[in-house]
């Protein structure tokens, strides 16, 4: 059963940055394309940013710009680079598989964009 544990939220605010880090269970990040994901409170989760084993990267319009998705050599960790902050980012971040999740969602990591 794979794990997936996400970290690096926070409180900061709106202009602000936050890295977020992503580590599983297992050598996922080399078999699958992996995505972050957020969900506001009362909103549908969705996915924001992807990044497949080849290197592709794809992000929401919603974020284009300011979030990078990157993964480390090693392939342990997928994380995500969010510049710029703000409040409408506010939500919990969950990393899965994308563009469909495949795993147990993890906890997530909560981050706050307000003054």
């Known amino acids: 059963q794979v794990q997936l544990v996400e970290s690096g939220g926070g409180q900061v605010q709106p202009g602000g940055a936050l890295r977020l880090s992503c580590a599983a269970s297992?050598?996922?990040?080399?078999?699958?394309?992996m995505g972050w994901y957020r969900q506001a409170p009362g909103m549908q989760r969705e996915l924001v940013a992807s990044?497949?084993?080849?290197?592709?990267?794809n992000y929401a319009d919603s974020v284009k710009g300011r979030f990078t998705i990157s993964r480390d050599n090693a392939e342990t960790t997928v994380y995500l680079q969010m510049n710029n902050l703000k409040p409408e980012d506010t939500a919990v971040y969950y990393c899965?598989?994308?563009?469909?999740?495949?795993?147990?969602w993890g906890q997530g990591t909560q981050v706050t964009v307000s003054s």
């Open positions: 899965n598989a994308a563009p469909a999740y495949i795993f147990s």
């Open positions: 297992g050598s996922i990040f080399r078999v699958f394309t």
């Open positions: 990044l497949t084993t080849g290197g592709r990267t």
